[in-house]
């Protein structure tokens, strides 16, 4: 019998992280509003200031882009929020709520369109991330939240 505390593995999930700019700004909350609003249902939730090993894991398809070391400075220079989001197509869910990686551009109405914007620096500052397909989601949930997945 799996714990109850495990996720169930016939549901979808996806891996949601508050990036440090929207932990810092207190834009946690709304994020959590909008994606609740939207009928999913929040399966895990911890602030955590991340190491970069993990940020270099989390992050390995993007390693010997040009934004690389940037984008890990920056993810591991203060806490941000990682949750586990649950519900049908909820990963294409979140991606259409989160809105496209530049927030300059990103339609209005979106979490990145409304609440983030450019800051002229060397990374991307954009509220949010969310995982862009099944496997994805699998990957980075097992390495935020090991307690959650059942050890195969
Ligand atoms: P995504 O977060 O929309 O999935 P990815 O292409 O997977 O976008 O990139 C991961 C993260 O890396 C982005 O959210 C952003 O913070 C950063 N990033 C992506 N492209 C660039 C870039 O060209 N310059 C600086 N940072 C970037
Ligand atoms: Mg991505």
Excluded: C
């Amino acid at each position: 019998m799996p714990t109850p505390d495990l996720l169930d593995s016939h549901k979808e999930h996806t891996l949601v992280l508050i990036k440090p700019d929207g932990f810092a700004r207190g834009l946690t909350g709304e994020v959590l509003r909008r994606i609740e609003a939207k009928g999913y249902v929040l399966k895990g939730l911890k602030i955590k200031q991340a190491s970069r090993e993990l940020l270099e894991e989390h992050y390995a398809e993007h390693r010997g882009q040009h934004f690389f070391e940037g984008l890990v400075q920056f993810m591991s220079s203060a806490p941000l929020v990682a949750v586990v989001v649950e519900g049908d197509r909820v990963i294409e869910g979140i991606r259409t709520l989160m809105g496209t990686t530049n927030p300059t551009l990103a339609a209005p109405g979106t979490i990145r369109g409304d609440l983030g914007r450019d800051w002229g620096r060397s990374y991307v500052e954009n509220v949010v991330h969310g995982s862009d397909s099944p496997t994805s989601a699998e990957r980075e949930i097992a390495l935020w939240f090991p307690e959650l997945v059942e050890r195969s």
